[in-house]
Antibody, heavy 115, light 107 residues
């Protein structure tokens, strides 16, 4: 059973960079796409971007200028960096296995942008 | 980008009812649609993918249908644990897009 776990700071200051890491257990990160999805409090779901285990990426155009997703296959981890954050980036961030549809989700981590 | 419109946004139903949620796409997406269930404080759970394929472990009272631009999620004989918010998601092309959600509450 594949499990995903997000980790990283729960509070980020405006204009700084949000950084999260997802650790995949119970299976290899190889041969799949891995995405980040976020959900502002009380709102819907927004796909941020994906990375393939080989390192190829695809980002949501709405966030592309601020997003970097990377992978470390030796650690079975992938990471998200979102720069120049504002209050609008406050959300629960999920790391997921992306097959076009999402079959495995992390539990989610709330990141609040506030000074 | 493809846009998805779910209706209704909210529905009130009783245990044992059959409910139907609709998802309309702004352009044809063949059968490339998934449905998720989300309970408060939890991650979404995959119910159905490619419009009508039931994810392993999901009860058979959940069913999906449709193709092109109009899709439905049907829950037959609603159970207490089915009260949640449901989202559709298109997997035809990136960026992945989710519908706005349908909250199913107890009448």
């Amino acid at each position: 059973q594949v499990q995903l776990q997000e980790s990283g700071p729960g509070l980020v200051k405006p204009s700084e960079t949000l950084s999260l890491t997802c650790t995949v257990s119970g299976g290899s990160i190889n041969s799949y796409y891995w995405s980040w999805i976020r959900q502002p409090p009380g709102k819907g779901l927004e796909w941020i971007g994906y990375i393939y285990y080989s390192g190829s990426t695809n980002y949501n155009p709405s966030l592309k200028s601020r997003v970097t997703i990377s992978v470390d296959t030796s650690k079975n981890q992938f990471s998200l960096k979102l720069s120049s954050v504002t209050a609008a980036d406050t959300a629960v961030y999920y790391c997921v296995r992306d097959r076009g549809y999402v079959d495995y989700w992390g539990q989610g981590t709330l990141v609040t942008v506030s000074s | 980008d493809i846009q998805l419109t779910q209706s209704p946004s909210f529905l009130s139903a009783s245990v044992g009812d059959t409910v139907t949620i609709t998802c309309r796409a702004s352009q044809g997406i063949s059968s490339y649609l998934a449905w998720y269930q989300q309970k408060p404080g939890k991650a979404p759970k995959l119910l159905i993918y490619v419009a009508s394929t039931l994810q392993s472990g999901v009860p058979a009272r959940f069913s999906g249908s449709g193709s092109g631009t109009e899709f439905t999620l049907t829950i037959s004989s609603l159970q207490p644990e089915d009260f949640a918010t449901y989202y559709c998601q298109q997997l035809h092309s990136y960026p992945l897009i989710f519908g706005g959600g349908t909250k199913v509450e107890i009448k």
